[in-house]
């Protein structure tokens, strides 16, 4: 399919690296591309970025079906621009659309749309240290229906959005509020999708988190609502006597492609590694005892996100010194190295776009 690129006449002034927040400014272009059962996916095109307009009966705006994801392309110290691991992105992309019963995209086109939208805003990938375009790919049903079943027809869109560093002073570690309350997902739902319905279903128990003075939520298991899942919209890793664990991918967490990248790292530089479950009583004794070393998230926005503090049954516990650890630093460099280009990567994990 060939895309067709229908440049604006009118580009907007591009915003000051320096005023950079996290999504809400967007570029000048955007993708877009429709599916019928009878044509499939088609008319592939980069055009101006635009409102969507949908009957007020869209099936996404009742059911949720919908998928989405989220990437970054870097500006290297020579000005050129790289994805990181765009590849993983778009499997992960066919893998949610199964799990809500979208029709897959074929993975190298999709990769290409991503790759010829960037090239179209390549002036807005910011070149301010740490910061970068933001990519959302986003699939929505559009059948204008009532009943419910999956839709017989989607859009699938890409909007860029140039982000800011997400430390501009350092990093800054978070408290993190543990709940055995409130659940994100379950086994055999939606959790390892990233897919509406799990943001949707994290923002309350996020909300009285953040009233009780903590960042974040730390998920458990639905089920027994002791092992830990993520963190917010992260995964999460700790160091327990030299060893970093983080828990399995059971179905109801999201495969990060950050936690990948921090294991494969992990097993490169010859530190145990272990996917195994992990419950909250474990934490608490492993602090107890001396042997809890680090806590940290994994995701794209932050890369690593050191915690300081867990809340759990009215014990607060403070991790290691309460500052950034060893690890979470150096996992932070190494990645955050890789993808702005300042060092080799041993791993093929960059995708430059010419
Ligand atoms: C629920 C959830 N878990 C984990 C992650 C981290 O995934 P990644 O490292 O691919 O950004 C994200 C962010 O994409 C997320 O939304």
């Known amino acids: 399919m060939e895309i067709k690129v229908r440049r604006i006449r009118n580009p907007k002034e591009l915003p000051d690296d320096s005023q950079l927040g996290f999504g809400r400014i967007f570029t000048d272009h955007m993708f877009n591309m429709d599916y019928t059962r009878q044509k499939g996916w088609h008319n592939p095109r980069v055009e101006g970025y635009r409102a969507i307009s949908m009957d ?3 099936m996404v705006l009742h059911y949720g079906q919908t998928i989405f ?5 870097y500006r290297t110290d020579k000005g050129k621009i790289q994805l990181f691991r765009p590849d993983r992105n778009v499997a992960r992309l066919n893998r949610s659309a199964k799990v809500v019963c979208i029709p897959e995209i074929d993975e190298a086109f999709v990769l290409e749309a991503i790759t010829r939208l960037v090239q179209v805003e390549q002036k807005w ?3 301010a240290p740490e910061t970068s375009l933001y990519i959302r790919p986003t699939v929505v049903a559009m059948d204008p229906y009532l009943g419910v079943r999956p839709s017989d027809t989607y859009r699938f869109f890409i909007i860029l959005s140039p982000v800011g560093a997400y430390y501009p002073e ?8 543990v709940t055995d309350q409130y659940v994100r997902a379950v086994r055999g739902g939606l959790g390892e999708a990233k897919t509406a319905a799990n943001y949707a279903a994290s923002l309350y128990g996020a909300e009285v988190a953040k009233k009780a003075g903590y960042t974040q939520v730390l998920w458990l298991d639905a089920i027994e609502r002791r092992y830990i899942e993520e963190v917010g919209t992260m995964n999460i890793l700790f160091v327990i006597n030299g060893e970093l664990i983080t828990p399995p991918l059971n179905g109801s967490i999201l495969p990060g492609i ?8 992990a097993r490169h530089w010859g530190i145990p590694v272990a996917e195994r479950a992990i419950a909250i009583d474990e934490i608490i004794t492993a602090h107890k005892n001396g042997a809890l070393q680090e806590v940290f998230g994994s995701g794209t926005a932050a890369v690593i996100s050191p915690v300081s503090h867990l809340a759990w049954k009215g014990d607060v516990i403070t991790v290691g010194t309460g500052g950034v650890g060893p690890l979470a630093q150096k996992f932070y460099q190494a990645i955050t190295d890789i993808q702005y280009g300042r060092t080799e990567d041993p791993f093929g994990w960059v995708v430059p776009v010419e």
């Open 170 to 177: 350092g990093f800054n570690p978070v408290k993190i509020w």
């Open 125 to 127: 990938v910011p070149s």
């Open 258 to 265: 950050t936690r990948d990248s921090v294991l494969t790292l």
């Open 56 to 58: 007020p009966a869209t």
């Open 69 to 73: 994801e989220g990437l970054k392309a």
